[in-house]
Structure formats: C-alpha cells, structure tokens
C-alpha cells in the first residue's frame, strides 16, 4: 500500500493551496481517508476526514471553514483545499487510510487509520 502526497511549498498568509494524496495497492473506494498535520516539536493532528463514499466529512474546529476535504474515487486519490492559510498550519500534512464498511463512521484519532503516506510540507509565511 502507498499513499503519496504532494502539493505542499511555500504561500503568504492569506493564500491557498490544494494537496493531492494518490493511492496504490488498496481498495480506495473502501477506505475512509482522511488528513492529519505534525507541525515541529507538535504532536500530529487531525485535520480532515471524509467517508469512503464521499458523503460526509469531519473537520478539525481550527480549520473548518477553510479547508475542504474531496476525493475522487476514480483516481484513487483524496484532495485537502486549503484557503485562508495562516502561519499556524504550517506542518507537514499527511494522508492516512482506514478500511472500512460502508456503515462505519469517520474518526478522528491517528490510531483510527491504517495506512499513512510520507506527507508533504505546508509552509505559511507571515
């Protein structure tokens, strides 16, 4: 199983940026995927997650309203939309992945998820 993430760099307060997290070896379409965040000396965090179906998300209180969680169950891929940046996320952003029934619901705790990609770093200068 890989998850790899990019679309991390370097943005001014106030910008956006879009991470992509691609998948191989798993059954997309049957894992709930979800974002966490480690920024340095921090524990990691979470940041958003979204059911294998798309049809709902969760998000972290401190990034509601500025990031948006999708997926595309046809590129086995999960994107994070975030705008409004804030010197505060930056980190290094990281996907993870949990196999699930359709009836699970989605989870917020890093030890929830089974799978996790390298991450990529988010930088927000001030």
């Known amino acids: 199983v890989q998850l790899q993430a990019s679309g991390g760099g370097l943005v001014q307060a106030g910008g956006s940026l879009r991470l992509s997290c691609a998948t191989s070896?798993?059954?997309?379409?049957?894992?709930?995927m979800a974002w966490f965040r480690q920024a340095p000396g921090k524990e990691r965090e979470f940041v958003a997650a979204i059911h294998r179906n798309g049809g709902s998300t969760l998000y972290a209180d401190s990034v509601k309203g500025r990031f948006t969680i999708s997926r595309e169950n046809a590129k086995n891929t999960v994107y994070l939309q975030m705008s409004s940046l804030k010197p505060e996320d930056t980190a290094v952003y990281l996907c993870?992945?949990?196999?699930?029934?359709?009836?699970?619901?989605?989870?917020?705790?890093?030890?929830?998820?089974?799978?996790w990609g390298q991450g990529t770093l988010v930088t927000v200068s001030s």
């Open positions: 993870a992945a949990k196999g699930a029934i359709l009836t699970s619901v989605i989870r917020n705790k890093v030890g929830d998820y089974d799978y």
């Open positions: 070896g798993l059954t997309f379409g049957r894992n709930h």
